[in-house]
Nanobody, 118 residues
């Protein structure tokens, strides 16, 4: 079955960096676009970044451009999110998302908590 397992979250001081990973299994990873979303307390889940199946096209939420970088390693079935210059407002649960098959079924990971605080 499809599994998306995020890791790499934690507590970091403002200005710090984290790299999140999402390990995928149960589908042909290299065939699908992957995305990162986040959800802060009391807020709706929002798109952070997306990456094409080959990794040659990326897109970002406008407010995050220049600080966050999405990448993938299709040999490891893993998508990454490098987060730099973190701010307290980046505090959220970060989720990995895949949309698979001709019906566009959506799969989410369990999320990883990122807390930016001094």
């Amino acid at each position: 079955q499809v599994q998306l397992v995020e890791s790499g979250g934690g507590l970091v001081q403002p200005g710090g960096s984290l790299r999140l990973s999402c390990a995928a299994s149960g589908f042909v990873f290299s065939s699908y676009t992957m995305s990162w979303y986040r959800q802060a307390p009391g807020k709706e889940r929002e798109l952070v970044a997306g990456i094409s199946s080959a990794g040659d096209t990326t897109n970002y939420a406008d407010s995050l451009k220049g600080r966050f970088t999405i990448s993938r390693d299709n040999t490891k079935n893993t998508v990454y999110l490098q987060m730099n210059s973190l701010k307290p407002e980046d505090t959220a649960v970060y989720y990995c998302k895949a949309v698979l098959g001709s019906w566009g079924r959506i799969y989410w990971g369990q999320g990883t908590q990122v807390t930016v605080s001094s």
